[in-house]
C-alpha cells in the first residue's frame, strides 16, 4: 500500500462523485440480481455503467499480489461461501436463495470510488438475511467512529463486537485500507481488534471500511482453480458491504450518499 495522504475538499469532491457513480450502480443492481443471470452478466452490467459514467473499472487488470493473472473482471462477485474477490464466470449461475457480494471500484479523474454490497437472490433463508443485516449494520457501527481524534483500531472493534454479539465471526485475512488517487492507501483498517490502537485519524483521511463476516467460523481458503477467490474454510455464508468515507472536522462524511433532492 502507498502512504496515508490527507484530501483536500476538491480531491474529496472528486472522490464523493466517483463514489456516487458506483453506489448508484450498486442500487441498480438491487433489480438486475435474480435467479437465472450470470455473474458474467453482473460484471458486463457493471461496465457498461462505468465506462458510461466516464470511468475505468479499477478491478480489471489488477496485479495479483503473489505474481499470478491479474484480475480478469470489472467486479469481484463473491458468491455464497465466497468471501471476497470471487471473478465472474458465465458458467455461474445465480438460483433462488443465494446470496452475492458484489465489490466494485472506478478510477475517474485521477481517483478511486470503492463500495460493495451483498445481494439476495429472490428469497433467501431467515439465517442469511440475518447474516446480510448484521454485517449492514456492523458496517454503519463502524462509520459512525469515524471521528477526528479517534483510532483506526475504534473502526474494527466496532465491527468485531456487532458481529460477534449476533453470533457470526470476523474475517481475519482481509482489510478496509485508505483510498485516493491510488485504489489501496494506507492505513490497513481491519474488521477486529482492541480500541484505542493504530493510527489517529485525523480530518482529509478517506477509509474504505469494508467488513466481511462469516456465518461460521472466521477461517478462509484461497481457490487453487483461480488463485483469486477466497471462500470459508467451513462452506458456511459469507456477507460483505463496503462504503468510503472521508474524516471530516464534523465527523464521517460517506461518500456517493445521495444528493438530497431540493425542496
Same mark, same amino acid.
Given at each position: 500500500?502507498?502512504?496515508?495522504?490527507?484530501?483536500?475538499?476538491?480531491?474529496? /469532491?472528486?472522490?464523493?462523485?466517483?463514489?456516487?457513480?458506483?453506489?448508484?450502480?450498486?442500487?441498480?443492481? +438491487?433489480? #438486475?440480481?435474480?435467479?437465472?443471470?450470470?455473474?458474467?452478466?453482473?460484471?458486463? #452490467?457493471?461496465?457498461?455503467?462505468? +465506462?458510461?459514467?466516464?470511468?475505468?473499472? @479499477?478491478?480489471? &487488470?489488477?496485479?495479483?499480489?503473489?505474481?499470478?493473472?491479474?484480475?480478469?473482471?470489472?467486479?469481484? @462477485?463473491?458468491?455464497?461461501?465466497?468471501?471476497?474477490? &470471487? %471473478?465472474?464466470?458465465?458458467?455461474? %449461475?445465480?438460483? *433462488?436463495?443465494?446470496?452475492?457480494?458484489?465489490?466494485?471500484?472506478?478510477?475517474?479523474?485521477?481517483? #478511486?470510488?470503492?463500495?460493495?454490497?451483498?445481494?439476495?437472490?429472490?428469497?433467501?433463508?431467515?439465517?442469511?438475511?440475518?447474516?446480510?443485516?448484521?454485517?449492514?449494520?456492523?458496517?454503519?457501527?463502524?462509520?459512525?467512529?469515524?471521528?477526528?481524534?479517534?483510532? %483506526?483500531?475504534?473502526?474494527?472493534?466496532?465491527?468485531?463486537?456487532?458481529?460477534?454479539?449476533? =453470533?457470526?465471526?470476523?474475517?481475519?485475512?482481509?482489510? $478496509?485500507? =485508505?483510498?485516493?488517487?491510488?485504489?489501496? *492507501?494506507?492505513?490497513?483498517?481491519?474488521?477486529? $481488534?482492541?480500541?484505542?490502537?493504530?493510527?489517529?485519524?485525523?480530518?482529509?483521511?478517506?477509509?474504505?471500511? *469494508?467488513?466481511? %463476516?462469516?456465518?461460521?467460523?472466521?477461517?478462509?481458503?484461497?481457490?487453487? /482453480?483461480? $488463485?483469486?477467490?477466497?471462500?470459508? +474454510?467451513? =462452506?458456511?455464508?459469507? @456477507?460483505?458491504?463496503?462504503?468510503?468515507?472521508?474524516?471530516?472536522?464534523? $465527523?464521517?462524511?460517506?461518500?456517493?450518499?445521495?444528493?438530497? /433532492? @431540493?425542496?
Amino acid at each position: 500500500m502507498t502512504r496515508t495522504t490527507l484530501k483536500s475538499q476538491a480531491e474529496i /469532491a472528486l472522490m464523493d462523485e466517483a463514489n456516487r457513480i458506483i453506489r448508484g450502480i450498486l442500487a441498480d443492481l +438491487r433489480t #438486475f440480481v435474480r435467479p437465472g443471470i450470470t455473474t458474467l452478466d453482473v460484471d458486463r #452490467f457493471a461496465e457498461e455503467r462505468i +465506462r458510461a459514467a466516464g470511468g475505468v473499472p @479499477a478491478f480489471k &487488470g489488477y496485479p495479483h499480489p503473489s505474481g499470478g493473472r491479474d484480475f480478469p473482471g470489472t467486479v469481484c @462477485a463473491s458468491l455464497n461461501d465466497e468471501v471476497v474477490h &470471487g %471473478v465472474p464466470s458465465s458458467s455461474t %449461475v445465480l438460483k *433462488e436463495g443465494d446470496i452475492l457480494s458484489v465489490d466494485l471500484g472506478i478510477r475517474r479523474d485521477g481517483y #478511486f470510488g470503492d463500495a460493495a454490497e451483498t445481494f439476495a437472490v429472490g428469497r433467501i433463508e431467515p439465517e442469511a438475511a440475518r447474516l446480510l443485516d448484521v454485517t449492514r449494520e456492523a458496517l454503519m457501527r463502524a462509520v459512525a467512529v469515524v471521528c477526528p481524534g479517534n483510532r %483506526v483500531s475504534d473502526i474494527g472493534h466496532a465491527v468485531q463486537m456487532h458481529v460477534e454479539t449476533h =453470533g457470526f465471526s470476523v474475517v481475519r485475512e482481509f482489510v $478496509g485500507h =485508505g483510498i485516493g488517487s491510488n485504489l489501496h *492507501e494506507e492505513p490497513q483498517i481491519p474488521n477486529f $481488534g482492541e480500541p484505542g490502537r493504530g493510527m489517529r485519524l485525523s480530518p482529509g483521511m478517506v477509509l474504505a471500511i *469494508e467488513p466481511m %463476516v462469516n456465518a461460521g467460523r472466521p477461517e478462509v481458503l484461497l481457490s487453487a /482453480a483461480d $488463485g483469486w477467490t477466497a471462500r470459508t +474454510r467451513d =462452506g458456511s455464508l459469507s @456477507a460483505h458491504f463496503e462504503l468510503s468515507v472521508a474524516v471530516t472536522e464534523d $465527523g464521517p462524511k460517506v461518500l456517493g450518499d445521495p444528493v438530497p /433532492a @431540493a425542496a
